[in-house]
């Protein structure tokens, strides 16, 4: 897992790129601790109303799939509220892996 490194306000943030091993043990808890109340509202209710329909199967699905996409789902949320690459690496690293357009 490689880090990126995004900085806004002369504030730097350091986040990783791929999958989510944090996501894939602590579920919507990441997302709790990162401030992304909005995606563990999601990850949360999901979890719990797929597993109610499916005895728990659909929720670990969804546990799964969560760790590969939400470290893509949380840059591009900070690089919408204005957190940018702080070098030209970081910004070829987010574009190798179409998170920003080339």
Excluded at 79 to 99: F, M, S, T, V, Y
């Amino acid at each position: 897992m490689v880090c990126v490194i995004l900085e806004k306000n002369g504030i730097r943030k350091e986040v990783k790129v791929g999958f989510s091993w944090t996501t894939f043990f602590f579920g919507f808890f990441v997302p709790l601790f990162r401030g992304d109340l909005k995606w563990a509202a999601i990850m949360f209710f999901g979890a719990i109303l797929l597993g109610i329909a499916t005895a728990g199967i659909g929720g670990a699905v969804l546990g799964i799939v969560m760790s590969f996409v939400y470290n893509k789902i949380y840059i591009k949320e900070l690089i919408a509220k204005g957190w940018n690459p702080a070098g030209k690496r970081d910004r070829l690293l987010l574009e190798d892996n179409n998170i920003i357009g080339k």
